[in-house]
């Protein structure tokens, strides 16, 4: 068990690191460039680095405050909602992911889906 915590810990830490590197790219990109491009482009990199600013937060106070023990019925519900919340991502997505990330994406997939049918039917 502590072992799978210090995983979901280390996955944690990785999705904010992710997070905060692409925001960082992003304002970077628009002081660069605020001089030129078209409007609603700045608005809509505008309106993602607010959602990436949320989910930081939400992270941070993820592993900041989380119980150090969940029910194996809430860690059902958990993965669950993950694995169809990064199922819809990778469908919206698809088209503009390089091949590393989407084989990532989708061998996390794998793993919680190995992980969905061992804890609905562990005999």
Known sequence: ???FENEKVDQQLENLEHLVERH???ERHLEQYSEIGDPENKENAKQ???RR???IEKLEEKIKGEDKYISPEEHLDNLKENYYNTEGYIENN???MDETMLKNLQEKQQHRE???NFLEDPE
């Open 1 to 3: 068990m502590e072992n």
């Open 24 to 26: 960082t790219r992003t």
């Open 48 to 50: 993602i680095q607010k």
């Open 53 to 55: 600013e949320e989910n």
């Open 94 to 96: 698809r088209d503009s």
């Open 114 to 116: 190995e992980q969905i």
